[in-house]
């Protein structure tokens, strides 16, 4: 991969063109409980989000390599019952596209419209996560907000930073590092595979993380910490991009509008001859 320029370290591989929590609705019955272990708390987060059966997300990405700096907003939200997720993404000046980036994202897939120059307006380019490096994990400007909790599954370590009030609900704030790879084993499916693809990319094994978590164990806010390099096979300091992805979740339970491309909206990519 060559240097990153401008503001696309987080669109490097949506320039070229070229996961997933499970679980639904919370039958009737007892309400979930956060654990009071830590390293419990924080791995069981996926599953007890999934269980409200929807969130609304909010993300940043903020991409930093040398001199360049790129933030990414999105906005959307995920339907665990569906496993389906749809996020709308703003792209900074200098990237690869203008305008908004739009994702569906689905267990082991992804689907992008407005991608690319070559991509006609309203079709769709639909993506297996094993196609890209990073496993979508940051190529497309956003962290899906069922992949970034799943990765919460791997967590090492956990500690508890304090407790804060936001919008009126009391949260718990832990942080520690969490393991991709390790994420990818316990998540199993078609959900695992970005998880592992970006636990083979990221050039930094332990992901830093911090999450906020409220009195049913439910995710409400997540920021990861991601490196790899910008120069294929580098390991100097000076060829590291650095990722930090925010998701932030709200009005659980609330319908959200995600469905999957139709067949005749999708664009197949002709492949390019090669040299003679």
């Known amino acids: 991969m060559k240097k990153l320029n ?12 070229a996961g997933c929590s499970t679980g639904g609705q919370a039958g009737g019955g007892s309400v979930d409980q956060l654990s009071a272990d830590p390293l419990t708390a924080v791995r069981s987060s996926a599953d007890l989000t999934g269980r409200s059966g929807s969130a609304h997300a909010a993300t940043e990405l903020v991409t930093e390599a040398a001199d360049k700096k790129a933030v990414f907003h999105g906005t959307g939200g995920y339907d665990y019952v569906k496993r389906l997720g749809r996020l709308e993404i703003d792209v900074p000046p200098g990237a690869a596209t203008t305008g908004k980036i739009t994702e569906v994202v689905l267990p082991g897939t992804v689907y992008l419209q407005n991608s690319g120059a070559k991509i006609p307006e309203g079709k769709w380019v639909k993506l297996d996560v094993r196609q890209l490096p990073d496993g979508n994990l940051v190529s497309s400007g956003a962290t899906d907000p069922a992949s970034a909790a799943g990765a919460l599954r791997g967590a090492q370590t956990a500690e508890v930073v304090g407790t804060e009030t936001v919008d ?56 990861e910490n991601f490196t790899f390099a910008g120069v294929a096979g580098s390991t100097a300091p000076k060829d590291q991009v650095k990722v930090t992805s925010t998701v932030a979740l709200s009005q659980f339970g609330a319908p959200v509008e995600a469905a999957e491309p139709a067949a005749a909206d999708i664009f197949s990519m002709k492949a390019t001859p090669s040299p003679k």
């Open 6 to 17: 401008l503001a696309a370290a987080a669109a490097l591989l949506v320039s070229a063109l």
């Open 168 to 223: 009126g609900v009391e949260l718990k704030h832990y942080k520690g590092v969490l393991d991709l790879a390790k994420a990818a084993d316990a998540t199993g499916g078609r959900g695992a595979d970005g998880l592992r693809m970006a636990g083979q990319t990221f050039t930094v094994k332990e992901v830093p993380y911090e999450v906020w978590l409220d009195g049913q164990g439910r995710l409400h806010k997540l920021v």
